[in-house]
């Protein structure tokens, strides 16, 4: 499984971006697939998840409300659309698929290449 990120960029504090992450190759193999972000100084962390069929989501509290990940399944494009962005937001924003449920964020197996975030106070 191959995956491709894109979208990210510099912007304001409150205003919007929106990441894709195109998956090719044996997609059929995937339960889910998810953003991670890691942020200056800080560990890598879960953002959100949907699985494949689209049926299941979830999102890191600390996004909640702001995020919102959704699948194209004519392009099989997962979507991650982020409003009111703040400096916190800021980081390098990663998809990550993976074949079976492991628990939260666990069991990533495939991942992209990084998308820089930049939020600018």
């Known amino acids: 499984v191959q995956l491709q990120a894109s979208g990210g960029g510099l912007v304001q504090a409150g205003g919007s971006l929106r990441l894709s992450c195109a998956a090719s190759?044996?997609?059929?193999?995937?339960?889910?697939l998810g953003w991670f972000r890691q942020c200056p100084g800080k560990e890598r962390e879960f953002i959100a998840a949907?699985?494949?069929?689209?049926?299941?989501?979830r999102y890191t509290d600390s996004v909640q409300g702001r995020f919102t990940i959704s699948r194209d399944n004519a392009k099989n494009t997962v979507l991650l659309q982020m409003n009111s962005l703040n400096v916190e937001d800021t980081g390098v924003y990663y998809c990550?698929?993976?074949?079976?449920?492991?628990?939260?964020?666990?069991?990533?197996?495939?991942w992209g290449q990084g998308t820089q975030v930049t939020v600018s106070s």
């Open positions: 990550a698929a993976r074949r079976a449920n492991w628990g939260i964020s666990s069991g990533y197996e495939y």
């Open positions: 190759g044996r997609t059929s193999v995937v339960y889910d």
């Open positions: 949907i699985t494949w069929s689209g049926g299941r989501i």
